[in-house]
C-alpha cells in the first residue's frame, strides 16, 4: 500500500495536480506524503525546473507539528523548516506566556488585551 501511494503522490507532485489520498489510521501517510513532496521538489530542484520549490505542512496542532518534525529528521530529509504556533505558544504577553491557559482562553485574554 505505502508504494502504491508514494508513486501516485509522486505522479501527483510531478505532473502538477491535486491528489486526494486515503489510507487508514497508522500508515503513515503523513511522513509518506512529506518524503514523496521532498523528493519530487529535490529532484525539481537538481533539473533546474523549479529552484523555488516549497511544501507548506499545516496541522491542527503545534503537538502535531512537532511530532511529525521529530518523524521527518529520522529521514534521509533535512529540510529547511518554520514551525508557527498558536497564541498559546507564541504568545509573550505575561498575562498570557506560561498561564497554560486552553486556546480559546488565550484567544479571549489576546483579544481583551489588545482592545483595553
Do not use: D, E, H
Given at each position: 500500500m505505502q508504494n502504491e501511494f508514494v508513486a501516485k503522490m509522486n505522479e501527483a507532485i510531478m505532473n502538477k495536480k491535486n491528489a486526494l489520498m486515503e489510507c487508514p489510521t497508522g500508515t503513515g501517510k503523513t511522513l509518506m506524503m512529506l518524503t514523496s513532496a521532498l523528493a519530487c521538489a529535490q529532484k525539481l530542484r537538481q533539473t533546474g525546473e523549479n529552484k523555488k520549490?516549497?511544501?507548506?505542512?499545516?496541522?491542527?496542532?503545534?503537538?502535531?507539528?512537532?511530532?511529525?518534525?521529530?518523524e521527518l529528521k529520522k529521514t534521509d530529509y533535512v529540510?529547511?523548516?518554520v514551525l508557527?504556533?498558536?497564541?498559546?505558544?507564541?504568545?509573550?504577553n505575561d498575562e498570557i506566556?506560561?498561564?497554560n491557559l486552553s486556546s480559546n482562553m488565550a484567544n479571549f485574554k489576546c483579544r481583551s488585551l489588545r482592545y483595553s
Open positions: 520549490a516549497q511544501i507548506i505542512y499545516t496541522s491542527r496542532t503545534f503537538t502535531q507539528l512537532n511530532q511529525v518534525m521529530r529540510p529547511k523548516s508557527l504556533g498558536s497564541r498559546q505558544v507564541m504568545c509573550i506566556k506560561g498561564k
